[in-house]
């Protein structure tokens, strides 16, 4: 996660204390962007780039799985002919 992301979602967490604690918000805007990187880093996200690559990476091997299966079954075939 890029740190404008949680620039933001610090930000808007900041603008819905109510008013007596906006007193307090760059404080309480620091520790957001703390436990809030804290949680993201222990949910073992990805990007949506990581994501795209392994999908990419997945769908090679799945295709490539489906031929050698195929050939798999002409071997048999060939083999149970003779």
């Not at 990581?50 to 090679?60: G, I, N, S």
């Amino acid at each position: 996660m890029d740190k404008k992301f949680f620039d933001d979602l610090s930000a808007r967490l900041c603008d819905a204390l109510p008013q007596n604690l906006k007193e307090m918000k760059k404080d309480i805007d620091k520790n957001f962007r703390v436990v809030l990187q804290g949680a993201f880093a222990k949910m073992d996200l990805v990007t949506r780039e990581e994501f795209d690559a392994q999908t990419k990476v997945l769908a090679r091997s799945r295709k490539k799985i489906e031929n050698l299966e195929a050939r798999i079954k002409e071997l048999e075939k060939i083999v149970e002919e003779k």
